[in-house]
């Protein structure tokens, strides 16, 4: 104890503080930015997928982690001879200017800037509207009846 007697001993609680408006910005701009490694490599004609630890038995019964590839969805599809665009926060689609779903180009090449004009209206703040829309969670009993 005459080692410890020696230092200046106190109890902290540390505190972190992270906007939450900052940190679904920045979870935003990172799923735009996966989205164009998805553009790249469907103008390459391949599937973009990510590694994913997954948890699985073995031959013998026991539980091991392993590694397994996923395909990313794309945020974009092709529909009415042109290709719609949509930006998505989690599995939900954002109303981009409080109405619309989604930005419709003519050709796959002009993806990429709706991307871009995606990730700086994001960082602009432009989306934080539809980012907090999105990420309200809707009650459980919302699809339930009242007639059972």
Not at 21 to 40: D, F, G, M, P
Not at 45 to 53: A, D, N
Not at 57 to 62: D, L, Q
Not at 126 to 142: F, H, M, N, T
Request: with cysteine.
């Amino acid at each position: 104890m005459a080692t410890l007697a020696k230092l200046a001993l106190r109890n902290v609680h540390r505190q972190v503080h992270v906007d939450p408006i900052t940190s679904r910005r920045e979870n935003l701009v990172r799923a735009i930015h996966l989205q164009k490694q998805v553009l790249a490599a469907h103008l390459k004609g391949e599937t973009y997928t990510v590694e994913r630890r997954k948890r699985v038995r073995n031959t013998e019964g026991e539980h091991v982690w392993e590694n397994t590839q996923k395909p990313v969805r794309a945020w974009f599809f092709k529909q009415d001879d042109g290709w719609y665009v949509q930006c998505r926060y989690g599995a939900r689609v954002l109303l981009v200017d409080g109405k619309h779903n989604s930005v419709f180009v003519p050709k796959l090449d002009q993806v990429a800037g709706v991307l871009d004009a995606f990730a700086s209206a994001t960082k602009a703040g432009e989306l934080d509207s539809a980012i907090a829309q999105a990420s309200k969670r809707k009650p459980k009993d919302a699809g339930k009846t009242n007639e059972q």
